[in-house]
């Protein structure tokens, strides 16, 4: 769903008098007169459908959103006053046609239709549990790796690689838990 804003003048009353149709412009008797509502409201007529025309000429362009956040592609939502300049010379290219100036044109509104919203709201939520953790991850790897560090440097333990891929197992489970851990206390030797 998408809508524009447009701010538009009329330069050329002559163009606009013999380019917009005629049969808009036509009084009840069939007679073209000078009426200036009838003008206007073939000129608004005329710049509806134009504008109707570029929006969906400029947005056919461009995806809504970047489903890939590494590409700098340029999309309806980031692309800000390059799509309304690229929207605003479509108008004039159409407008000019008729003695019509575009003094100002931007998209106003841009949203996902209904039927669509909610899966694209899960789509973004689900991005932004990926990246939630992979920060915990990050976060949890570095953790472990400075415990064996120390571990190692302060000469506390001895572990060969099986206690060390145990311990690593352990502590990666509970920093990249959903919940707390619970702690179990080994009753029995180290050597199990």
Do not use: H
């Amino acid at each position: 769903m998408i809508g524009l804003v447009l701010v538009w003048r009329l330069k050329d009353t002559y163009k606009a008098l013999f380019e917009v149709d005629s049969q808009t412009m036509a009084s009840t008797d069939g007679t073209l007169s000078g009426n200036a509502k009838g003008l206007m409201r073939a000129l608004e007529d005329f710049v509806s459908v134009q504008s109707y025309a570029a929006l969906r000429q400029v947005a056919g362009l461009y995806a809504y959103d970047d489903n890939d956040e590494n590409t700098k592609e340029l999309t309806l939502r980031s692309g800000g006053e390059e799509i309304n300049e690229q929207l605003e010379e479509r108008l004039n290219e159409r407008l000019s046609l008729a003695g019509i100036e575009v003094v100002e044109a931007r998209i106003n509104y841009l949203a996902y239709a209904p039927e669509i919203a909610a899966v694209m709201l899960r789509r973004q939520q689900a991005s932004a549990i990926i990246t939630a953790r992979e920060k915990i991850v990050e976060g949890a790897v570095s953790m472990v790796k400075m415990a064996l560090d120390k571990l190692s440097s302060e000469e506390i333990v001895e572990l060969d690689d099986d206690k060390k891929a145990s311990m690593v197992s352990n502590l990666l489970v509970v920093l990249c838990a959903d919940e707390q851990a619970q702690p179990v206390v080994n009753t029995g030797t180290l050597n199990m």
